[in-house]
């Protein structure tokens, strides 16, 4: 069975760019998690959507990040523009049904942005 | 309230020993207490969960101990063994919540052959 699936695994990027990153999760899953991990803060959930509705965000940093989730099988987390202090991993995970239920997680964006 | 305090953040511990890491919480809410297990390169893997009604699960080597009272629970890896090797993260999920869960900081794990 496919996992989550993340893209780009690696992106290197200049400070000011748009940053893109993609997931695909688990077909079947309804709920989809963003996370971001760095050495300093831990794991932090940024966003996550249920049946494609954005449930919380309160996680997210500032208003240059963004998500969306068109359909069940796509969301992309934006960042517009990148700072250095935006460095980090990025994952994305996804889970069936509701609580309770073990998150999977992809292997995450390695992102570094100069 | 919302925090998961996770400790000791690096641990060493020799091929065949036991290693131990410990979570405490605050939010009475919380209903539900994975552990996932990070291995570099790689994203968390959901490693074994227990609910505030049972003291003690065991999977193979794995034992999760939970304290309601205390507000406390616990990983115990018997037997250690070098593969073991990795990032243990405690988590606790909102009872209220629809989905998300707390993660405490993790622990890295070296087990010394």
């Known amino acids: 069975d496919a996992g989550v699936i993340q893209s780009p695994r690696h992106e290197v990027t200049e400070m000011g760019q748009e940053v893109t990153l993609r997931c695909k999760p688990i077909?079947?899953?309804?709920?989809l998690f963003w996370y971001r991990q760095t050495m300093m803060r831990g794991l932090e959930l940024l966003i996550y959507?249920?049946?494609?509705?954005?449930?919380?965000d309160s996680g997210m940093p500032e208003d240059r990040f963004s998500a969306k989730m068109p359909n069940a099988s796509f969301s992309t987390l934006k960042i517009q523009p990148s700072e250095p202090r935006d460095s980090a991993v990025y994952f994305c995970?996804?889970?069936?049904?509701?609580?309770?239920?073990?998150?999977?997680f992809g292997d995450g964006t390695r992102l570094s942005i100069l | 309230q919302q925090q998961v305090k996770q400790s000791p953040q690096s641990l060493i511990v020799q091929k065949g020993g036991i290693s131990i890491i410990n979570c405490a919480y605050e939010?009475?809410?919380?209903?539900?207490f994975p552990w996932y297990q990070q291995f570099p390169g790689k994203g968390p893997a959901l490693l074994i969960a227990?609910?505030?009604?049972?003291s003690e699960k065991k999977e193979g080597r794995f034992t999760i101990s939970f304290n309601k009272s205390a507000k406390q629970f616990s990983l115990h890896i018997m037997d250690s063994q070098p593969g073991d090797s990795a990032t243990y993260f405690c988590?606790?999920?909102?009872?209220?919540?629809?989905?998300?869960?707390?993660f405490g900081k993790g622990t890295k794990l070296s087990v010394k052959p």
């Open positions: 077909s079947g899953h309804d709920y």
């Open positions: 939010n009475t809410a919380f209903d539900y």
């Open positions: 227990i609910r505030p009604d049972v």
């Open positions: 995970a996804s889970s069936a049904f509701s609580r309770r239920q073990p998150q999977h």
């Open positions: 959507f249920n049946n494609n509705v954005p449930i919380d």
């Open positions: 988590a606790a999920h909102h009872g209220g919540s629809q989905g998300n869960l707390i």
